[in-house]
């Protein structure tokens, strides 16, 4: 179970990477480089994205290999994430908002 809790922390920090730093697409029902509240967040959007996804997969790994500080990242990860999602919020979002709000509840959990 670790195992696979640690590849989806993985997985889930790499997505963050196939939705915001490829060009935008026309054919998508949303720009992820847009925020609602300060227009064109593109390259914020980019270096927040990265962030996410380092700090994710190093807390996915760190689960795996049974390190310490594995909770403490994966919450700092999930924050990140959320703070884009809120960001470049639109309806798409509130499904990968719910999924960063249980990460850093069951990542809490560990450390307490």
Do not use: E
């Not at 996410?52 to 807390?59: E, H, I, N, R, S």
């Amino acid at each position: 179970m670790i195992w696979i809790a640690g590849l989806f922390l993985i997985a889930h920090g790499l997505l963050h990477l196939a939705i915001w730093l490829p060009k935008p697409d026309k054919k998508m029902p949303f720009d992820a480089g847009h925020s609602p509240f300060a227009g064109n967040v593109r390259r914020l959007a980019a270096v927040l994205a990265v962030a996410a996804a380092l700090v994710l997969a190093a807390g996915g790994l760190g689960l795996i290999g049974g390190a310490s500080w594995w909770a403490p990242a994966t919450i700092s990860g999930a924050a990140i994430s959320a703070a884009l999602l809120l960001l470049t919020f639109n309806k798409w979002w509130l499904i990968a908002l719910g999924i960063n709000a249980a990460i850093i509840v069951l990542s809490l959990q560990q450390i307490g």
